[in-house]
């Protein structure tokens, strides 16, 4: 017997993405290989076994099968859950004359069966709903008794199972197809995982994402879903000048507290020596919560020599003051993260985007950490469009400033030029408070400023996914109480990601 469907847990990735184009070819080259209906049999089987697990009692299911093979799975898992003793109602919503014909062979296994087969989109009573309607071959709105149906299922209150994908779903980007998307508590992914599952909007109508690859190798990835990084412990013959120095340029006035949250967030990263350099020039250069931390007036103008020592977080809180610091780290910082008003300045100043391009000409990596509304700016786009295809737009970033790009957000990606891009696993809404952004970019760069070789992406994955996972693992989360920045630091300081 195959292998049960595995649940997609974040502390166990990384796992590989297929996008449409790479789950369509895995899909017919293993069609060409199998016989007749062997892999909608397959399929169909593999949704019947995980409502057994996920319901053992539910007596009465509601499988909504639309066109196309989708609806075949459907059917199939009627089939099996009927010969189980189940109650099932199938509401068909296909031509029968043009199915094709894996789909025509499943409706009539469960016409043989005698499973109760209606049209229209009466919904039945039900402890549990399968949504078959649309898979992966759509890229149109539903409309009609598909947007009907769609809409029953989202009324239902019981566990609602999609098949493969949430039905108007887009399977890439993550975004509705139209006004109408099916809200599943869990998604059965068949023969691969795709990416909008799990960007977007897609982690909120996906559920649970479970996987069986019914034995299909899909090939390589697309992308990449993220999994914890290798932890090791420190050597003891480690000290502070070994483990890297950074500084953060950012607090302009009205703003300080964004630098210097950065600022102990790199500490708690583990950095040796962390400065930070406020742009108000009259604000103080102590934390007094936090006095291992270091002030320093106006470091961006301190000799090559210093600039090329640390790693810098630039931007945080830092208005249009940041304007003035950006040419100076831009041409000679080795390991440069940016963040915030560091990127709205760049987005309007072609002299400071010449700059960052040339940074990778001369091996310094750079690491920009936008949100939505800044990943427009820099592209000249609006944020909806962005949100539309955010690992395009990560992507796109990437190449236009050839450097490394975090779009945060609900699946944050983080792209590099010439590489597969990655989803971040972890995160929820207890993120979305102020602050959370400058103690990522600080603990991104405290992260780096230790490990000075290694490439901008494994960086920026890494420190998605713990960020992300400390507000997983916030207990008061579940009840929608933010996870205050102060907070977030002192979590990602005791690890609480392990």
């Known amino acids: 017997m195959r292998a049960p469907p595995i649940r997609i847990a974040p502390e166990q990735g990384p796992w590989p993405l297929h996008d449409a184009a790479a789950s369509r070819q895995a899909e017919q080259a293993a069609l060409a290989e199998h016989a007749p209906h062997a892999l909608m049999a397959a399929a169909g089987l593999a949704v019947a076994r995980l409502v057994a697990a996920m319901a053992p009692h539910a007596q009465r299911v509601q499988v909504w099968a639309g066109p196309g093979n989708n609806g075949g799975d459907g059917l199939v898992a009627a089939c099996h859950l009927h010969a189980a003793g189940r109650s099932v109602q199938v509401n068909l919503l296909a031509r029968t004359e043009t199915q094709p014909p894996d789909a ?25 709903v399968i949504d078959a309607l649309l898979g992966l071959g759509t890229r149109r709105a539903p409309a009609g008794e598909l947007a009907q149906a769609i809409a029953a299922v989202n009324r ?37 995982l795709k990416p909008g599952c799990f960007t977007g909007h897609g982690r909120d109508l996906a559920g649970t994402v479970w996987l069986d690859t019914l034995g299909v190798d899909a090939g390589p990835p697309s992308a990449w879903l993220s999994g914890p990084a290798a932890a090791g412990a420190r050597p003891h013959a480690r000290h502070k000048g070994s483990q890297g120095d950074v500084v953060v340029v950012g607090g302009a006035p009205g703003m300080v507290g964004a630098a210097w ?19 108000d020039g009259t604000a103080s250069l102590l934390e007094s919560t936090q006095p291992a931390l270091m002030g320093r007036h106006a470091w961006w103008t301190a000799p090559r020599a210093t600039l090329a020592s640390a ?66 700016r820099l592209l000249q786009l609006d944020s909806a469009a962005v949100q539309a295809d955010r690992i395009a737009a990560a992507l796109a970033l990437a190449g236009r400033y050839a450097c490394t790009v975090l779009l945060k957000g609900s699946g944050t990606v983080i792209a590099s030029p010439g590489e597969r891009p990655w989803i971040n696993a972890t995160g929820n809404a207890a993120l979305a408070t102020a602050g959370s952004g400058d103690v ?59």
Not at 104 to 128: E, H, N, W, Y
Not at 162 to 190: E, K, M, R
Not at 261 to 279: D, M, T
């Open 104 to 128: 025509t062979a499943s409706l009539a296994q469960a016409v043989a069966m005698g499973v109760p087969i209606v049209r229209g989109t009466d919904a039945a009573p039900a402890d549990l």
């Open 156 to 192: 239902a209150r019981c566990p609602v199972l999609a098949v493969d994908l949430p039905s108007g779903l887009h399977p890439d980007a993550g975004i509705p197809l139209g006004d109408h998307a099916v809200h599943a508590s869990a998604t059965l992914a068949l023969l691969s």
């Open 261 to 279: 949250l950065a600022a102990r967030a790199a500490l708690a990263a583990g950095a040796g020596r962390v400065y930070c350099s406020p742009l």
């Open 311 to 376: 790693t810098v977080a630039c931007g945080c809180g830092g208005g249009d003051a940041v304007r003035a610091a950006l040419p100076a780290l831009l041409s000679s910082v080795p390991r440069l993260v940016l963040d915030a008003d560091a990127l709205n300045a760049i987005a309007v100043d072609t002299s400071l985007q010449q700059l960052l391009r040339q940074r990778a000409a001369r091996g310094r990596p750079t690491l920009l950490t936008p949100h939505p509304l800044e990943a427009a």
């Open 440 to 498: 990522l970019a600080g603990w991104a760069a405290g992260l780096w400023a230790q490990q000075a070789e290694a490439p901008a992406l494994d960086i920026a994955v890494a420190a998605a996914w713990q960020h992300g996972r400390a507000a997983d693992l916030w207990p008061a989360a579940a009840h929608g109480a933010p996870l205050r920045a102060h907070e977030l630091v002192e979590r990602l300081a005791h690890r609480c990601f392990d």
